[in-house]
């Protein structure tokens, strides 16, 4: 009399199995999207710091580098100075000595082009490249007229950009001005600095960073040296752009997310000032790389978890369908109460074994009759 209500039971149970299978599926699939998605945000931001942190460290680098190089120079230039207007001395008196002197203070310092003393007039009067001095006047150039119509508070200048005395590449002059004993104007000394100098050694820094791009440029925007170079680019910083914005402002040092005025793509730059010189480096790398550094970290993770994520599913999915034909087959059995009753009643008859009279040898079973 409970044989009935045992069907019915049975389809309940197994409805409840393909009901918790599903849901299985479910979470085999929404779990470990939504931890990827949750790895993804704090991997992304991950990689974002670590970024930031390589720039910061290859920033330092070049600063405590360029830092040294200009003390150097400012160092040297107090020296040709002294040498230039020691009054009765013999280099002072002879050209040809001082371009000596000058020779060999340029000697084994590769950031160094020429080494100039200018008159008051404008005039070269030794360099240490050639003797006699072979460049024109220096009337019409950005360090002179700095010093001449005493435009800065300070006794160092950097200039703009200029073709070189070869005519072969350009370079910045750092100069510093020839005063008198009553203060009066005697002209400069320059030290006409190579950007290429600094552009192999950022090179170099940058060998174990692709995509690390670094900027020398003065507090104006005038660009000194940018590795890469970029051909066409502009000689001056646009006063809108991300990093001279800030510049401008009297930051001395940043990090900003925004648009290069040099190539006009997106990137993380960071900035900081050379000291107590008007000069300042920047390095950058495009956020599209530090993106795309993600998501192939992102690609790779789920490569590997795509594979057991499919086992799982493959299985529920297994499951749940021998759960749906147990089911069928206990609602066929639930509509059919005569064929179940039959089917238990074949079932649960006792058989016993009866040797076979066509074969002795063999044996056959029969329902036991009563």
Same mark, same amino acid.
């Given at each position: 009399?409970?044989?009935?209500?045992?069907?019915?039971?049975?389809?309940?149970?197994?409805?409840?199995?393909?009901?918790?299978?599903?849901?299985?599926?479910?979470?085999?699939?929404?779990?470990?999207?939504?931890?990827?998605?949750?790895?993804?945000?704090?991997?992304?931001?991950?990689?974002?710091?670590?970024?930031?942190?390589?720039?910061?460290?290859?920033?330092?680098?070049?600063?405590?580098?360029?830092?040294?190089?200009?003390?150097?120079?400012?160092?040297?230039?107090?020296?040709?100075?002294?040498?230039?207007?020691?009054?009765?001395?013999?280099?002072?008196?002879?050209?040809?000595?001082?371009?000596?002197?000058?020779?060999?203070?340029?000697?084994?310092?590769?950031?160094?082009?020429?080494?100039?003393?200018?008159?008051?007039?404008?005039?070269?009067?030794?360099?240490?490249?050639?003797?006699?001095?072979?460049? #024109? &006047?220096? +009337?019409?150039?950005? %360090?002179? @007229?700095?010093?001449?119509? /005493?435009?800065?508070?300070?006794? *160092? =200048? !950097?200039?703009?950009?200029?073709?070189?005395?070869?005519?072969?590449?350009?370079?910045?002059?750092?100069?510093?001005?020839?005063?008198?004993?009553?203060?009066?104007?005697?002209?400069?000394?320059?030290?006409?600095?190579?950007?290429?100098?600094?552009?192999?050694?950022?090179?170099?820094?940058?060998?174990?960073?692709?995509?690390?791009?670094?900027?020398?440029?003065?507090?104006?925007?005038?660009?000194?040296?940018?590795?890469?170079?970029?051909?066409?680019?502009?000689?001056?910083?646009?006063?809108?752009?991300?990093?001279?914005?800030?510049?401008?402002?009297?930051?001395?040092?940043?990090?900003?997310?925004?648009?290069?005025?040099?190539?006009?793509?997106?990137?993380?730059?960071?900035?900081?000032?050379?000291?107590?010189?008007?000069?300042?480096? #920047? &390095?950058? +790398?495009?956020?599209? %790389?530090? @993106?795309?550094?993600?998501? /192939?970290?992102?690609?790779?993770? *789920? =490569? !590997?978890?795509?594979?057991?994520?499919?086992?799982?599913?493959?299985?529920?999915?297994?499951?749940?369908?021998?759960?749906?034909?147990?089911?069928?087959?206990?609602?066929?059995?639930?509509?059919?109460?005569?064929?179940?009753?039959?089917?238990?009643?074949?079932?649960?008859?006792?058989?016993?074994?009866?040797?076979?009279?066509?074969?002795?040898?063999?044996?056959?079973?029969?329902?036991?009759?009563?």
């Amino acid at each position: 009399m409970n044989a009935h209500p045992s069907v019915p039971s049975s389809e309940e149970e197994a409805e409840a199995s393909v009901r918790s299978l599903r849901r299985l599926m479910l979470l085999c699939a929404v779990v470990p999207l939504v931890l990827l998605g949750l790895f993804a945000s704090y991997r992304f931001q991950q990689v974002h710091d670590e970024a930031e942190l390589r720039l910061d460290r290859a920033l330092r680098i070049a600063q405590e580098h360029a830092l040294k190089v200009m003390e150097t120079d400012e160092t040297l230039l107090r020296h040709v100075s002294d040498l230039a207007d020691t009054a009765g001395g013999p280099i002072a008196q002879d050209p040809a000595l001082l371009h000596q002197a000058l020779r060999a203070l340029a000697q084994d310092k590769p950031q160094i082009r020429t080494i100039w003393v200018i008159d008051a007039e404008g005039r070269p009067v030794a360099n240490s490249r050639t003797h006699p001095p072979v460049d #024109g &006047t220096w +009337t019409g150039r950005d %360090a002179f @007229r700095w010093h001449a119509e /005493r435009r800065g508070t300070g006794n *160092l =200048a !950097f200039s703009e950009m200029r073709p070189s005395q070869a005519g072969s590449d350009a370079v910045f002059d750092m100069s510093r001005a020839r005063l008198g004993p009553a203060g009066e104007f005697r002209g400069i000394v320059v030290i006409s600095a190579s950007p290429d100098y600094f552009a192999r050694f950022h090179a170099d820094l940058s060998a174990d960073e692709p995509g690390l791009a670094i900027t020398m440029f003065r507090n104006d925007g005038v660009v000194y040296s940018r590795w890469p170079a970029l051909p066409g680019a502009a000689a001056r910083m646009s006063p809108g752009s991300p990093v001279l914005s800030r510049v401008l402002r009297g930051e001395s040092r940043g990090i900003i997310r925004g648009v290069s005025s040099l190539d006009g793509k997106p990137r993380l730059l960071l900035f900081r000032r050379v000291g107590e010189f008007p000069v300042y480096l #920047g &390095t950058g +790398t495009e956020i599209s %790389a530090i @993106r795309d550094t993600g998501l /192939r970290e992102m690609g790779m993770i *789920l =490569a !590997f978890a795509a594979v057991p994520v499919m086992g799982l599913l493959v299985a529920a999915f297994a499951a749940m369908k021998r759960a749906a034909q147990a089911r069928e087959a206990a609602r066929r059995l639930h509509q059919n109460p005569t064929r179940a009753a039959r089917s238990r009643k074949r079932c649960a008859r006792p058989r016993r074994w009866k040797r076979s009279a066509a074969s002795p040898a063999a044996w056959r079973t029969t329902s036991t009759t009563h």
